[in-house]
């Protein structure tokens, strides 16, 4: 258990040392991809416009909690109804409302046109708000291109150059002042201040305006605007917006904030107006019959001489008066009644409606049903702000005004109903009085006619004009319910982008993890072998050993280098193979490929060359017959080879060539024959074979690519061992499914696996410094490596920092 335990840490360990030399061997890829992460950091800080973000505050009064009439509105019967019922969450809605920031924008007559300034290299641009050098006055009576840009590259004090493209192809010199005539725009532009303006030596002075469409620009800062409450239970606001320039935003938030307490002033005196409007109608009634009224009770006491009434004549004057003053007030009422279920009626806004306590009506069923109607009205008014007319809210809210409404004209029809029977029964006493009349004397009779005509007309105005004075004081005690807090301050604004620090931490980080990703990509995607679990996952053929990177120039380096680490990797190459052969002596082995170029030849050569030095006589077979190479590495002759003994044209001892390391001796494959799979397949390389292993004590078979020939399993028969090469991030992962062919179905004996051209030490699970496959191999200390293709103290270094033992 223990050992397993070590090996899955050992292997977990090598997986990530694996990864992290992989990270280090390619730097330049992170040198390269911070290089330009950071240069585009620096482009974004350098050439983006900065923006800004500004707020300000507004206290408003959440009617909400409970909260009664203060101040002025304390002063009179009914002043509830000069006000709207308030909640903070749809004073939000309003202040984002369509209507409010279109007013606003209609009162900031500097957002009609934005004028933009235009950089040296017309990369850069800059808002410039009211900082513009020159103004345009457009013809607000002309048609007028909205959102088309125009171009105004500043010339001198009295000129300056104009260009609208996008199918105008306008280009021309104008003088400031000068009035530019077309279908699509007629303007003239001036200097914003002619005696303080210079040209610019280091700019461009080149701008260019845009005249806004209002409704666009109205949904633009409609949707810039972020409002947030302080918290659940407060009622301060927090309004927040952001762009270009921060004084045109400071100015649209407080021009937003002067509208929206502006326009709740408005909507609690829009009744009061009302009010006063109804009392002068009827006031302008009662002048005229008042006027009247003097005029004959002056005339009439002027003519006979009459200056007092009797008193008989004073109780029934006093009595019919009690009755006439009763008839004028619900004469009154009676118009009020009428007013109100016409008003109720006929429309379906009830913001403005005149409350009965003005008109001196005190029934409390009556105020308490217009108040609730009044209240609903305000409520939905909010609400239409945030929600739509099919929202559950909504329709609950507009059921509750239906049905307040209809109890309501009932309520009124029944007044008019009583009130017209009562003035029947007023009527009919005033006519008894009236009879009474008859029996005083004739003028006596004339004057208490006349004078109570006049004082009915006096109470009457008297009385509206006190209520007239009610509704203008309540108008004007009318404070407003909401309140600024803050102003916005363009000092105060803070910038939101670019963040330059932000984008040098992203663009590090993106510049580290590019890398790391691509790398990740590649050996997702990569269909080379690169690890030994690619071929240890899928196939049981043991790995021989591994043979790393040739540094050196030769194609046999073994020869002149027998010490290097090179030889080394094929001592424990050798070792293995011999105790593959631990029951029976290995005397012949086949080395073969999937394909050309993942070097057969070359670990054929120098593993004749490693038998050689163990003190065998050893002969290295050139079989791969339509490629031949092994003559080129010892640079000997091909003419006399093996494909000429096996057509009997030389003999054995013509095609065998000693070479420089002693003990090793070479059989080139001669030259090209047309049918080297039916040589192979003869009697006479049957019997080449027993010759040389008479002659030899080990012999490697060079063959050509399996995949590509059948030369290697006829050559199969002959071979006690059989090493497949496959080379580090060049074979196909396919391979190992061939290789399990080979084993399985084909037969070879004893086969075996050989990594070839590791240049990641350690990559594979083994190094230079042991062996791989069954167990043995062999550590040699770094001094014992005298010849390694003549390595830097550099190199030293970095293979010291890779974990390799120095």
């Known amino acids: 258990m223990e050992n397993t335990e070590n090996i899955y840490f050992e292997e977990e360990n090598i997986d990530i040392k694996k990864f992290l030399f992989r990270i280090l061997k390619n730097w330049y890829w992170f040198a390269i991809s911070l290089f330009i992460t950071i240069t585009v950091a620096y482009l974004i800080n350098r050439y983006s416009e900065p923006i800004y973000s500004i707020s300000s505050t507004i206290v408003v009064r959440d009617d909400s909690k409970g909260k009664g009439l203060s101040g002025a509105e304390q002063m009179l019967d009914g002043m509830e109804m000069f006000r709207s019922r308030k909640n903070v969450y749809n004073e939000i809605g309003l202040l984002q409302s369509y209507k409010l920031c279109n007013r606003t924008l209609k009162e900031l007559d500097d957002f009609?046109?934005?004028?933009?300034?235009?950089?040296?290299?017309?990369?850069?641009?800059?808002?410039?708000?009211?900082?513009?050098?020159?103004?345009?006055?457009?013809?607000?009576?002309?048609?007028?291109?909205?959102?088309?840009?125009?171009?105004?590259?500043?010339?001198?004090?009295?000129?300056?150059?104009?260009?609208?493209?996008?199918?105008?192809?306008?280009?021309?010199?104008?003088?400031?002042?000068?009035?530019?005539?077309?279908?699509?725009?007629?303007?003239?532009?001036?200097?914003?201040?002619?005696?303080?303006?210079?040209?610019?030596?280091?700019?461009?002075?080149?701008?260019?305006f845009v005249i806004n469409d209002l409704n666009s620009l109205t949904n633009l800062y409609k949707g810039k605007l972020g409002i947030t409450v302080n918290d659940k239970k407060g009622s301060i606001l927090t309004l927040a917006i952001s762009g270009y320039v921060a004084e045109q935003e400071a100015d649209y938030l407080n021009k937003l904030s002067e509208v929206y307490i502006l326009d709740g002033l408005e909507v609690k005196n829009k009744t009061a107006e009302k009010t006063i409007n109804f009392i002068d109608s009827q006031l302008s009634n009662i002048i005229d019959?008042?006027?009247?009224?003097?005029?004959?009770?002056?005339?009439?006491?002027?003519?006979?001489?009459?200056?007092?009434?009797?008193?008989?004549?004073?109780?029934?004057?006093?009595?019919?008066?009690?009755?006439?003053?009763?008839?004028?007030?619900?004469?009154?009422?009676?118009?009020?009644?009428?007013?109100?279920?016409?008003?109720?009626?006929?429309?379906?806004?009830?913001?403005?409606?005149?409350?009965?306590?003005?008109?001196?009506?005190?029934?409390?069923?009556?105020?308490?049903?217009?108040?609730?109607?009044?209240?609903?009205?305000?409520?939905?008014?909010?609400?239409?702000?945030?929600?739509?007319?099919?929202?559950?809210?909504?329709?609950?809210?507009?059921?509750?005004?239906?049905?307040?409404?209809?109890?309501?004209?009932?309520?009124?029809?029944?007044?008019?109903?009583?009130?017209?029977?009562?003035l029947n029964e007023v009527g009919k006493n005033i006519i008894v009085i009236e009879k009474n009349l008859r029996s005083l004397p004739g003028t006596e009779r004339q004057l208490i006619q006349i004078q109570r005509m006049f004082n009915l007309n006096n109470e009457i105005y008297n009385y509206l004009l006190e209520k007239r004075s009610e509704a203008a004081i309540a108008r004007a005690s009318n404070i407003a319910d909401n309140r600024i807090l803050d102003y916005a301050i363009s000092e105060n604004a803070a910038k939101i982008s670019p963040k330059s620090s932000l984008n040098y931490m992203v663009a590090l980080v993106l510049g580290l993890m590019f890398p790391v990703i691509i790398i990740l990509l590649l050996d997702f995607f990569n269909n080379k072998i690169i690890d030994k679990k690619d071929i240890e996952n899928h196939t049981k053929v043991p790995i021989l050993g591994g043979i790393g990177h040739n540094n050196f120039r030769e194609d046999a380096p073994l020869i002149l280098n027998p010490k290097?680490?090179?030889?080394?990797?094929?001592?424990?190459?050798?070792?293995?193979?011999?105790?593959?052969?631990?029951?029976?002596?290995?005397?012949?082995?086949?080395?073969?490929?999937?394909?050309?170029?993942?070097?057969?030849?070359?670990?054929?050569?120098?593993?004749?060359?490693?038998?050689?030095?163990?003190?065998?006589?050893?002969?290295?077979?050139?079989?791969?017959?339509?490629?031949?190479?092994?003559?080129?590495?010892?640079?000997?002759?091909?003419?006399?080879?093996?494909?000429?003994?096996?057509?009997?044209?030389?003999?054995?001892?013509?095609?065998?060539?000693?070479?420089?390391?002693?003990?090793?001796?070479?059989?080139?494959?001669?030259?090209?024959?047309?049918?080297?799979?039916?040589?192979?397949?003869?009697?006479?390389?049957?019997?080449?074979?027993?010759?040389?292993?008479?002659?030899?004590?080990?012999?490697?078979?060079?063959?050509?690519?399996?995949?590509?020939?059948?030369?290697?399993?006829?050559?199969?028969?002959?071979?006690?061992?059989?090493?497949?090469?496959?080379?580090?991030?060049?074979?196909?992962?396919?391979?190992?499914?061939?290789?399990?062919?080979?084993?399985?179905?084909?037969?070879?004996?004893?086969?075996?696996?050989?990594?070839?051209?590791?240049?990641?030490?350690?990559?594979?699970?083994?190094?230079?410094?042991?062996?791989?496959?069954?167990?043995?191999?062999?550590?040699?200390?770094?001094?014992?490596?005298?010849?390694?293709?003549?390595?830097?103290?550099?190199?030293?270094?970095?293979?010291?920092?890779?974990?390799?033992?120095?």
């Open 564 to 806: 290097s680490s090179l030889a080394e990797s094929f001592r424990s190459l050798r070792t293995n193979i011999q105790y593959m052969g631990a029951e029976k002596e290995v005397k012949i082995i086949m080395v073969s490929s999937t394909i050309s170029g993942e070097g057969k030849t070359f670990c054929a050569t120098n593993l004749a060359t490693i038998f050689s030095m163990s003190g065998k006589k050893t002969l290295l077979m050139g079989l791969d017959m339509r490629k031949p190479k092994i003559h080129k590495v010892f640079n000997i002759s091909n003419d006399k080879g093996i494909s000429s003994f096996l057509i009997g044209q030389d003999s054995f001892q013509d095609i065998i060539h000693p070479t420089s390391q002693e003990n090793l001796f070479v059989a080139p494959s001669g030259p090209v024959p047309p049918n080297p799979a039916e040589l192979i397949e003869t009697e006479k390389m049957k019997s080449l074979m027993e010759l040389v292993k008479n002659e030899f004590d080990t012999i490697i078979l060079d063959t050509p690519p399996v995949a590509i020939v059948t030369d290697p399993i006829l050559l199969a028969r002959f071979s006690d061992v059989n090493i497949f090469i496959v080379r580090q991030n060049y074979s196909n992962k396919n391979v190992v499914q061939l290789i399990d062919d080979l084993q399985h179905k084909i037969k070879f004996k004893k086969l075996g696996i050989l990594i070839n051209d590791i240049k990641l030490n350690g990559y594979f699970g083994y190094g230079y410094n042991y062996g791989y496959g069954y167990g043995y191999g062999y550590g040699y200390d770094q001094d014992y490596y005298g010849e390694d293709g003549g390595k830097s103290k550099f190199r030293r270094v970095l293979d010291s920092f890779k974990g390799v033992k120095s």
């Open 112 to 208: 009609e046109i934005s004028y933009i300034k235009v950089g040296r290299r017309g990369i850069k641009e800059a808002k410039l708000y009211n900082k513009s050098p020159f103004v345009v006055h457009y013809d607000t009576s002309k048609v007028q291109q909205r959102g088309h840009p125009a171009y105004v590259s500043i010339i001198s004090h009295d000129k300056y150059l104009l260009e609208i493209d996008e199918g105008m192809s306008i280009n021309k010199e104008m003088y400031f002042g000068e009035q530019f005539e077309h279908e699509s725009f007629n303007f003239n532009i001036t200097l914003r201040n002619p005696e303080y303006f210079e040209l610019e030596e280091n700019t461009s002075n080149r701008y260019y």
């Open 289 to 422: 019959s008042l006027n009247v009224a003097e005029d004959d009770l002056q005339n009439f006491r002027t003519q006979n001489q009459v200056i007092d009434i009797s008193k008989e004549g004073q109780a029934i004057y006093e009595r019919l008066g009690s009755y006439q003053d009763e008839q004028v007030m619900l004469k009154i009422n009676l118009s009020y009644y009428e007013y109100l279920l016409d008003y109720i009626s006929s429309k379906n806004n009830y913001s403005d409606v005149i409350v009965p306590s003005i008109m001196g009506i005190s029934d409390p069923v009556l105020s308490a049903t217009v108040n609730k109607l009044s209240q609903l009205n305000s409520e939905k008014t909010n609400l239409q702000f945030t929600v739509t007319e099919t929202n559950s809210s909504m329709e609950l809210l507009n059921s509750q005004i239906y049905a307040t409404r209809a109890e309501l004209i009932e309520n009124i029809k029944n007044l008019i109903e009583n009130t017209k029977n009562t």
